[in-house]
C-alpha cells in the first residue's frame, strides 16, 4: 500500500483495529450519533474518489507534524479518530480565559443569528481593543492565532487584505500588529455583520483609522451578481445560482488594488464561506506581483486542500506550504503560503 494510505490506516488503528480502507465502512455501524455517522459515511464514499487529491496536499507539506496532523484530520472525518481528552481541555481552559475579560455585562444581539456577542477588554492580552465577539471566535484569534503561524506572521507596517470581515476583530487586531504605518482592506458585504463591525471601530479608533470597509463579497471578476445561499451573520455563503434572495455586487482583489493604486500587499487572510479559490483565482496578478504571505481556510469544501493549495502551487512563485488546524473537530482548518 501506498505511503499516504499507508499512514492513514495506521492513524485510524489508534482507536480501532483497521487493516484496509474497507475496514473503515465496517466502523460507522458502531457509531451511534446518527448526524455523525451520516457525515462519515459521506465522507468515506468522496474520499475513495479525492485521496490523490489530498495526497497532493500532504506531498506539499515539509513539516511532519503538520502532514501527521493532515492525517489525523483525515482519520477523524472517516470516523476512526477521536479527539484527546488533553486536546478539549487545552481550547476550553483557553475559552474561559475571555469570562474574566467582559466589560459590564454588555451584550449585542445579531438580527439574523441566536449567537449574542459580549463586549470584551483584551488589554490583558496583549491588545489595546474593546470588542463585541463571541469568545469561541476569539479565543482562535488571539490565544491561538489562527491567521498568524511560524512565519506567516503580519508585520509593522504591512498593507493587508482582510478578506472575510464579519464583526471586525480580525481586522483590528491585524490593524494593531501593522500598527501606524500599516493598512488594513477589510471585506464584507452583510448588512448585520457591518453593524458590528462599525461598533467595534468606533471603540477602537485609534486603529480603526488604519483600517478601509470594502463593501463587496470577493470574487475571481468584478461585477459578477451573487446570491445569498444560506444567511446567518458569520456564516453567510454566496452562489452563483440565481434566486429570490438578496444578490451582491462582487470586485476582485486584483480590481480593487489596481483601481485604488495600493503600492503593495503583504498580507492576505481569507475566510468566506467556500469563496476562496475564487477569490484567490481574481487575485492572480496581485500574488504574482507582490507573493503576500497567505492565511486561507480550507475547511469549507473537502476540496479546498487541494485545489487551493495546487492552483497557488501552480503560479511558480515558490510559496512553501503549511497546516494548522483550530478546533476538536477539525472545522476551522488553515492552509499558509510563505
Not at 474520499?47 to 482519520?75: C, P, R, V
Not at 506572521?153 to 494593531?176: E, F, N, P, Q, R
Not at 486603529?207 to 458569520?234: E, G, H, M, R
Request: with cysteine.
Amino acid at each position: 500500500m501506498e505511503h499516504f494510505l499507508n499512514k492513514i490506516i495506521q492513524s485510524c488503528n489508534n482507536n480501532c483495529s483497521i487493516k484496509n480502507l474497507n475496514d473503515i465502512e465496517k466502523i460507522h455501524f458502531y457509531i451511534k450519533d446518527n448526524f455523525i455517522k451520516t457525515k462519515t459515511k459521506s465522507y468515506y464514499i468522496w474520499f475513495k474518489k479525492n485521496y490523490k487529491g489530498l495526497k497532493y496536499f500532504y506531498n506539499l507539506l515539509t513539516d511532519m507534524s503538520e502532514q501527521d496532523l493532515f492525517i489525523k484530520m483525515i482519520a477523524t472525518k472517516l470516523g476512526c479518530n477521536f479527539i484527546l481528552k488533553n486536546e478539549e481541555t487545552k481550547y476550553l481552559k483557553s475559552r474561559q480565559i475571555f469570562d474574566n475579560l467582559l466589560i459590564n455585562n454588555s451584550i449585542l444581539t445579531l438580527q439574523t443569528a441566536t449567537r449574542k456577542l459580549k463586549f470584551y477588554n483584551l488589554s490583558k492580552l496583549g491588545y489595546n481593543l474593546k470588542i463585541y465577539g463571541s469568545r469561541a471566535l476569539l479565543d482562535k484569534i488571539v490565544i491561538h492565532n489562527q491567521y498568524c503561524y511560524k512565519d506567516c506572521v503580519v508585520k509593522y507596517g504591512d498593507y493587508v487584505i482582510d478578506a472575510g470581515g464579519c464583526w471586525g476583530d480580525t481586522a483590528l487586531i491585524l490593524a494593531s500588529k501593522a500598527g501606524t504605518k500599516g493598512k488594513i482592506f477589510t471585506f464584507e458585504f452583510f448588512e448585520d455583520n457591518i453593524n458590528v463591525m462599525e461598533k467595534n471601530f468606533l471603540y477602537n479608533k485609534n486603529f480603526s483609522k488604519n483600517i478601509t470597509l470594502i463593501k463587496q463579497p470577493l470574487y475571481n471578476k468584478t461585477n459578477k451578481i451573487l446570491y445569498v445561499n444560506y444567511a446567518c451573520a458569520d456564516i453567510t455563503n454566496l452562489t452563483e445560482k440565481k434566486n429570490h434572495l438578496q444578490s451582491y455586487k462582487t470586485i476582485s482583489i486584483d480590481d480593487f488594488v489596481e483601481e485604488n493604486k495600493i503600492s503593495k500587499v503583504n498580507f492576505i487572510k481569507m475566510d468566506i464561506e467556500g469563496c476562496e479559490l475564487k477569490a484567490l483565482q481574481g487575485a492572480t496578478k496581485t500574488l504574482k506581483k507582490y507573493k503576500p504571505k497567505l492565511a486561507i481556510a480550507a475547511y469549507h469544501k473537502n476540496e479546498d486542500y487541494y485545489e487551493i493549495s495546487r492552483f497557488l502551487n501552480g503560479l511558480n512563485i515558490g510559496y512553501k506550504f503549511h497546516f494548522a488546524n483550530y478546533t476538536l473537530n477539525f472545522t476551522d482548518t488553515i492552509i499558509y503560503a510563505i
